[in-house]
Structure formats: C-alpha cells, structure tokens
C-alpha cells in the first residue's frame, strides 16, 4: 500500500458519533494540529443510543468527545455538534448535507467514513460528504471503521488505498484520546461497544484511508 500525506489544508472530519474521529483519524488529527493547521470536527450526532435505557448518555458522550479532541490538540470551539439522531442519520442525510455546506470551502479537505463502511449513519454520513464534495469541488478522504470488522479485504481491492504513518508522538496522542471515551470501553452491566477485541486497528501506527 503506498503512503500518504495530507495537504496542508484545513481539515473537515465528519464523526457519525463521539469516538469515529479518534478510533479512524485521531493520529491524522494530532499529525495535523502538530503543523499548526486547522481541523474542524463536524459531531453528526452525540451517540445517545449506543446503549438502551441510558440517559444522559449524550451529553456524556459529548464530554467525552470533547475530553479526547482537546488531547488531539482540537479545542471546543472547532466542534460543530449537529445534533442529528444517533443510528437515524440516514432519514436526515438531506439536513445534513445542508449543514456541513457552510463548513466547506474548495479548499477544505473533507475526511469522512467510507460511503460503505457497514453502519448505516457511517454510510449515510460518506454519501453527504460526497455530494458536498461534489457542490464545492473540495478533496473528500475516507475512512474505515467497521469495514475492518464486517467486511472482506477483497471489497477495498479496487479502492486507492494510501497509509499514513504515525509519529510516536501522534500514536501516543491517539492513545490517550482513545481512553477517554470511557462509556464505550467499559460497562457495568453487559458488553460494551468497544470490547479490546474491536480496538487493533486503532492501535496500529498507521491509518487507512481512500483517496477521491
């Protein structure tokens, strides 16, 4: 797989819920804030139904989002929280393309799930990045979550695949963010969504992402 480098350009990450942005993009985001260049996280939802009768559990999340983005290097005031329903994103995704236009110019550089990344808010979320990509003519990068666990190797085969390599210090940082969402590595009753045995592309010193 060939290596990659992102423009210096400001960056757009779109996370369908609080941890998709430090789970698939923390290290480019550490990388990018360590240059001194821009990254603005679009929160498409605040996660509230990640686990049945929990309330609270957005804002918690939220916190938690905020707790590791702030260790990435991205402060509260470049989170855009959307407020769309978590796991419903996809009865929205017209609004949200309307959202996300005003946080893109032709020069922005818009990294979001894969279009096919086997959530539907994840999939949801990557069609709107490709229409807004398409209105504004900005550069679109995809990520990959899911796609590592419930899909096959042979779906990426005819993708442009690129790997960024990961400074000690940007693993670190993603790392340390990844700990912070507290509510989705542990649970006091039941299993969490993020048991160990999901984390391992997390912890790779490398990121995955499709270019165009």
Not at 35 to 44: S, T
Not at 149 to 163: C, F, I, V
Not at 182 to 200: H, M, T, V
């Amino acid at each position: 797989m060939a290596s990659w480098q992102p423009p210096a350009a400001s960056l757009l990450v779109i996370a369908p819920h609080p941890d998709d942005e430090t789970l698939a993009v923390g290290g480019l985001i550490a990388a990018h804030r360590a240059k001194g260049l821009e990254v603005i996280v679009a929160a498409v939802t605040d996660g509230e139904n990640a686990y049945p009768d929990f309330p609270g559990l957005g804002d918690l999340r939220s916190g938690e989002q905020r707790e590791a983005l702030n260790r990435l290097g991205v402060g509260a005031d470049n989170i855009v929280r959307l407020k769309l329903s978590d796991s419903g994103v996809a009865s929205q995704e017209r609004l949200l393309v309307e959202q996300l236009m005003p946080l893109v110019s032709r020069s922005t550089s818009i990294v979001a799930p894969w279009r096919g990344d086997f959530h539907p808010d994840h999939e949801a979320c990557g069609r709107a990045a490709e229409e807004v990509a398409r209105r504004t003519g900005a550069s679109l990068t995809s990520y990959f979550f899911w796609t590592w666990h419930r899909g096959t190797t042979e779906l990426l085969q005819e993708m442009s695949l690129r790997s960024f390599s990961l400074s000690d210090e940007s693993l670190l940082a993603k790392s340390e963010a990844l700990l912070c969402h507290r509510s989705q590595l542990a649970r006091e009753s039941g299993d969490p969504i993020l048991p160990e045995s999901l984390l391992a592309p997390a912890r790779r010193s490398f990121e995955v992402f499709s270019i165009g």
